[in-house]
């Protein structure tokens, strides 16, 4: 049960990684298409903060004793 719920975790926080690089490439690729984040820097920013958080929730899984 314990890998199951480890593997879920995993599988989760990489989803949330893949998201905010996702929503990164298209403000980078088509930031005119982006009407409601008029300041593409915060916008950014924000996707950063959210890979940084389940990259840094996925290290601390891996290094937990399951």
Known sequence: MNQILRDA???K???DIATAEANI???LLHPVGIGEHADIISAI???VEKAAAAEEKLNWIS???W
């Open 25 to 27: 490439r298209v403000y």
């Open 9 to 11: 975790l995993t599988l």
């Open 13 to 15: 926080y990489q989803g």
């Open 45 to 47: 920013d924000s996707e």
């Open 63 to 65: 290094n937990l004793e």
